[in-house]
């Protein structure tokens, strides 16, 4: 299949015409939105959502998110919303947070995989806005990645895996976030996080009250997530990645560098400006390791994640190292992707020593 490509700063207008024109008529087109790119195709069409599972290599199983541009377009979608789902609406949309409501008999069983609820979510990102708003319909879009890699935070991230599988690529540069919508439940008695994303658990507290986590996220194999695309590898480089979580993690990967460039691995390493800076000092001349950093803070790793998750496998690395930050704010949503990538392998450096987590 041939794939359109569109800078959308180019022409903004045509750009989103042609585009909303395709997915109206039962097409797949990625676009940009605030966290990650989604694979959008017309959420009322059957025909045109089985087309994303295809291109995605997706698993039956995992259902999708339905995109609105306008708050009215949520009713024909669910048989009814309770007060926490109204509130969560009236205070983040449009934004990085998707809801959970009861379905309606309008959307079709390959959106929900068979369940009886529906995820729905108002992207802000403008250009996603007017996509929807000129199809006409809702969008039914996941991450637009192939299945088990990471998101795709720019178009070309986007067109590496989606090149020849889609109709059309919208490119409006990087997406600001990064990583992908909150995910939480309205239909259980207290609302749960099924996804941490970019609307942060205090959020939700400070406009909900109490908020819970689905506890499958910490890796648990016995238990089962709730959104069941969190049971899927994601998000995971080729080679095996170790994750320092705690006060002494700076301290210990640094160490950890110096020995392994000592044994002549060819490491990655992922860590903040401050840290890259103070390796770069200690590791001698020519060495080989490739060190990324995220920037500063957990916004700027949030915002970089998933390139540099993708860099890694283009340099290859025999292993990875990798630096954590504590889970207040965006931290939840990071170190969940992290520690998923990692594969639980997690070493937990405090005062008193190394202690292996999951591994
Ligand atoms: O930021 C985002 O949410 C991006 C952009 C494109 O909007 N989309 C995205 O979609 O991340 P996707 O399909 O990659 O992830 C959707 C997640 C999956 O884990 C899926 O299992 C879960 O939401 N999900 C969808 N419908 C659900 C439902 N009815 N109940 C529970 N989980 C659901
Ligand atoms: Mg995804």
């Known amino acids: 299949m041939e794939t359109k490509f569109w800078e959308v700063k180019k022409n903004p207008e045509a750009a989103i015409a042609e585009a909303a024109g395709l997915i109206a008529a039962g097409e797949v087109v990625a676009f940009p939105t605030e966290t990650v790119y989604g694979l959008g195709a017309d959420g009322l069409n059957a025909e045109a959502v089985a087309k994303i599972f295809a291109a995605k290599g997706r698993p039956a199983d995992n259902p999708l998110i339905l995109h609105i541009a306008d708050t009215e377009q949520i009713y024909p979608l669910t048989s009814g919303l ?21 379905r309606s008999e309008l959307v079709p069983d390959i959106v929900t995989a068979g369940l009886d609820t529906v ?6 990102h403008p250009v996603a806005a007017a996509l929807i708003r000129a199809a006409g319909c809702p969008v039914a879009a996941p991450s637009a990645n192939v299945s088990g890699k990471p998101s795709p935070t720019n178009a070309k991230d986007v067109a590496d895996d989606m090149t020849g599988k889609v109709a059309g690529i919208l490119d409006g540069g990087s997406c600001g976030i990064g990583v ?26 400070e406009r909900l009250g109490a908020v819970e986590i689905d506890p499958a996220l910490n890796g648990d194999p016995a238990l089962r997530p709730k959104a069941p695309g969190m049971k899927y590898r994601h998000y995971a480089p080729k080679a095996p990645m170790y994750l320092y979580e705690g006060t002494l993690a700076a301290q210990r990967l640094t160490e950890a560098v110096l020995r392994a460039q000592k044994q002549g691995l060819h490491i990655g390493v992922l860590c903040d400006d401050a840290v890259k800076g103070r390796l770069e000092e200690s590791l001698r001349r020519g060495h080989t390791a490739e060190i990324f950093s995220w920037g500063q803070g957990k916004a700027d790793l949030a915002e970089h994640l998933y390139e540099v998750l993708r860099d890694f496998d283009r340099v290859s690395p025999e292993l990875i190292i990798a630096m954590g930050v504590d889970e207040k704010g965006l931290g939840l949503a990071v170190m969940n992707r992290l520690r998923k990538a990692a594969g639980y392998q997690i070493l937990q450096a405090e005062e008193g020593g190394i202690t292996v987590k999951n591994g």
Do not use: C, H, Q
């Open 82 to 102: 309770n007060a926490n789902a109204r509130a969560l609406m009236d205070t983040f949309w449009p934004g990085p947070l998707t809801i959970v409501v009861p």
């Open 119 to 124: 995820a729905i979510r108002m992207p802000s």
């Open 180 to 205: 992908e919508s909150t995910v939480v439940d309205t239909t259980s008695p207290v609302p749960t996080i099924l996804r941490p994303g970019g609307i942060t658990r205090e959020m939700l507290e």
